[in-house]
Structure formats: structure tokens, C-alpha cells
């Protein structure tokens, strides 16, 4: 075999994480008092268009929490309770392009409220609070909701097999000098 090829391979090796299953991401939003939404979902660009979208089913996972505010209650929406999730892929930043943003509530109109972006509703700025909406328990904020992708465990055992192949490679095919 020829050197050239067991590079290749062992390139393969490095590249072999990458690959059409679902993604997961993590994201916060900063409010008054403070308090934050954190939460995370997953999903698969099934359309390959750059953007996963719940209206396309391709959001797999959906988890959000609120916390550290007297004003409201700390709460947590599920999947379940997600209207809608835009996301551009590869951005650090959810909800500046016009289709972006998230929108979750506790079903029945009485419980909790989380919305976010442009996308799914008007609101530009992010929003939390209890439904029904009554002086007193919502918060606004006007802060980016900040978003980084969470690397699977079998992306980095793929990447760190292929970086020990192309060393020992390169270690086998150097010249040692006496």
C-alpha cells in the first residue's frame, strides 16, 4: 500500500465524526435580576438547507430552564411544549436573522412561557413569564442568546484515532538517524 493511500485513510479516520446525525447545542439568554434561560436541543438538517427547523421535524430534543429571579418561579419546558425552533447553523447567536428564534409554553394557557427571536413570533427581544401574562410575572431582555455546539463523544474518539494514525504514521515513515 502505498503512503499516500494510508494517509488518506487515516485522514478518513480523522473526518469520520462528521456526518448527518443529529447535533447537539447548547444556548443561554441573559434577563433582568439576575436571572437566565439555559437549555439545549437537538437536531438534524434533514433538508440540508443550513438551518434546523421544528416545522420541518427536525428538531430531535428540546430542554429549556429559567432561574434566579424573584419576580418568577424557576420552570422547565420540554420538547413537548416547543412551538417553534429556528436555528442557522454554524452561529454563535440565535434569533438575529429574520427566521430565527424559539418559542415554548406549557400547553392550556396557564403555566410558562419562553420566546425568543424573530422568527416564530414579532418579538425581537427575549421574553419569559407566566401564562396568563399579568403585571408582574415577565421579564424581558434584550441580549443575545448565545449558542455553541456540544461535540459528541464518538466525534472526538473518531478525530483523536485519526491524529494517533497520522502520527504513528509519520513516525514510522521518518528517517531515524543513527
Known amino acids: 500500500m502505498r503512503v499516500s493511500n494510508l494517509f488518506a485513510i487515516a485522514g478518513m479516520i480523522a473526518l469520520g465524526g462528521v456526518s448527518a446525525r443529529a447535533e447537539t447545542y447548547s444556548f443561554i439568554q441573559l434577563f433582568l435580576a439576575n436571572s437566565f434561560v439555559q437549555g439545549t436541543f437537538s437536531g438534524t438538517d434533514l433538508n440540508i438547507d443550513g438551518r434546523l427547523d421544528s416545522r420541518d421535524g427536525e428538531i430531535t430534543n428540546f430542554f429549556v430552564s429559567y432561574s434566579g429571579s424573584q ?89 483523536l484515532l485519526g491524529l494517533f494514525t497520522l502520527t504513528g504514521l509519520r513516525r514510522c515513515l521518518t528517517p531515524r538517524s543513527s
Open 71 to 159: 419576580q418568577l418561579v424557576p420552570f422547565t419546558l420540554v420538547i413537548r411544549d416547543l412551538q417553534r425552533l429556528v436555528y442557522e447553523t454554524g452561529t454563535p447567536v440565535l434569533g438575529d436573522a429574520a427566521y430565527e428564534g424559539i418559542a415554548a409554553n406549557t400547553l392550556g394557557g396557564i403555566g410558562f412561557s419562553f420566546v425568543t427571536g424573530r422568527g416564530p413570533t414579532t418579538f425581537q427581544i427575549g421574553f419569559v413569564g407566566t401564562l396568563p401574562i399579568s403585571p408582574g410575572t415577565s421579564l424581558s431582555s434584550d441580549l443575545p442568546v448565545m449558542v455553541t455546539q456540544v461535540p459528541e463523544s464518538s466525534t472526538w474518539l473518531y478525530m
